[in-house]
């Protein structure tokens, strides 16, 4: 896949840190939202009231334009075959 | 609370931003060094951030 992808929680960077490990390790970078708390969540209009963020993913062309927002219901992971779909539209 | 796989979105904009809108720069501490990561930095190839509510709760 071309393309850079990152994690984005309001967690501290030890939660994440531990919960990789849980996870047996995780091939691409968990990043902390977390002081000034969802800062960057709250820039992305993604930021609940219940202080974490919505299950989100957004596109970013190699131009850094959004090409791609997709909120999800809390309970429910995105399927990553939408991913691929949007990312081969950009290549 | 069990996590399933779907399509079901619940909308293709935010209150702050829809496509087509620069995204915002930011940089925050990534787990895996001490470094940080900045958005900025990729410029060149696609990003994808994913937003997800709290460690421990699923993928």
């Given amino acids: ?91 | 609370m069990a996590i399933t796989k779907g399509r079901t979105s619940v909308a293709n904009f935010t209150p702050t931003l829809k496509t087509g809108d620069p995204a915002p720069d930011f940089e925050l501490a990534r787990h895996d060094s001490e470094g940080t990561w900045r958005l900025h930095d990729q410029r060149g190839q696609n990003v994808v951030l994913a937003f997800y509510p709290f460690a421990f709760t699923g993928t």
């Fill in chain 1, 1 to 91: 896949m071309n393309a850079q992808v990152v994690g984005i929680s309001v967690d501290s960077k030890h939660a994440n840190r531990a919960w990789a490990e849980k996870l047996g390790g995780i091939t691409y970078p968990l990043l902390s939202d977390f002081f000034p708390h969802g800062a960057v969540a709250e820039a992305y209009g993604v930021l609940r009231a219940q202080g974490m963020s919505e299950r989100a993913l957004f596109i970013i062309d190699a131009d850094g334009i959004v090409r791609y927002i997709d909120v999800h219901e809390l309970r429910e992971a995105p399927d990553e075959e939408v991913l691929f779909e949007e990312l081969a539209k950009l290549a």
